[in-house]
């Protein structure tokens, strides 16, 4: 355990359905953060968030909603996915934006 | 702005032998430098990390890396491979962001590294 938990570790979904995942630490960190990672392709930045502000959206699609209620908690709203958004979707913090990342082990998203 | 190459997307070693895996950065700002293992299917975990001072750091599992300002280098090396090695490996960097006091962290695109028996 890394100290970061994300939830559900696996998750299949249909293109119509909406579902979240859920990202918790308890580890005193002020910055959290959403990836993408697909098969053979770099790892993606999605959303950053610093002291519960978002910080960066790199030209995410609106289908993916990130939502911050505190700087222990980070959701990641889907709805309407596609395919193509089948990844292993990974959650990480850290004390200070851009440094020390802890990740955790990741959910395994698959759009059928 | 700043970036990472690794050479090589997929290095292939015995069991026994040395692994080098390599990482060459670009920064405008003296960097913090980072190395992540990812085994299937998990998250990453950090192995080492150059922020200042010694240039030699090491890390967990037996693996080191040398910070190399001249060649703008931050090389990942073990003497002997292990069969759990078997993993991806990223270098990231991290340095000031937009001016203001926060950092921004860049990941290469990894490297497989597949040990042999």
């Known amino acids: 355990e890394t100290g970061v938990t994300q939830t559900p570790r696996h998750l299949v979904m249909g293109m119509t359905n909406k579902k979240s995942l859920k990202c918790e630490q308890h580890?005193?960190?002020?910055?959290m953060y959403w990836y993408k990672q697909s098969a053979k392709k770099p790892l993606e930045l999605m959303f950053v968030y610093n002291f519960k502000e978002q910080t960066e959206n790199n030209s995410v699609p609106s289908r993916f909603s990130p939502e911050c209620p505190n700087s222990s908690h980070l959701f990641l709203h889907l709805h309407t996915l596609q395919p193509e958004d089948s990844a292993l979707y990974l959650c990480a913090s850290s004390q200070r934006q851009g440094l020390g990342y802890t990740f955790g082990s990741g959910t395994r998203l698959t759009v059928v | 702005a700043q970036s990472v190459t690794q050479l090589g997307s997929h290095v292939s070693v015995s069991e026994g032998a040395l692994v080098l895996l390599r990482c060459n950065y670009s920064?405008?700002?003296?960097?913090?430098l980072f190395w992540y293992v990812q085994y299937p299917n998990q998250g990453l975990q950090l192995l080492l990390k150059?922020?200042?001072?010694?240039?030699l750091v090491k890390g967990i599992n037996g693996f080191e890396a040398e910070f190399k300002k001249s060649e703008t280098s931050f090389h990942l090396t073990k003497p002997s491979a292990h069969m759990s090695d078997a993993a991806e490996y990223f270098c990231?960097?991290?340095?000031?962001?937009?001016?203001?006091?926060?950092?921004?962290?860049?990941f290469g695109k990894g490297t497989l590294l597949t040990v042999n028996p």
């Open positions: 580890l005193g960190h002020n910055a």
């Open positions: 150059y922020t200042t001072g010694a240039t």
């Open positions: 990231a960097v991290s340095g000031p962001h937009s001016g203001g006091s926060n950092y921004k962290l860049t």
């Open positions: 920064s405008s700002v003296p960097p913090y």
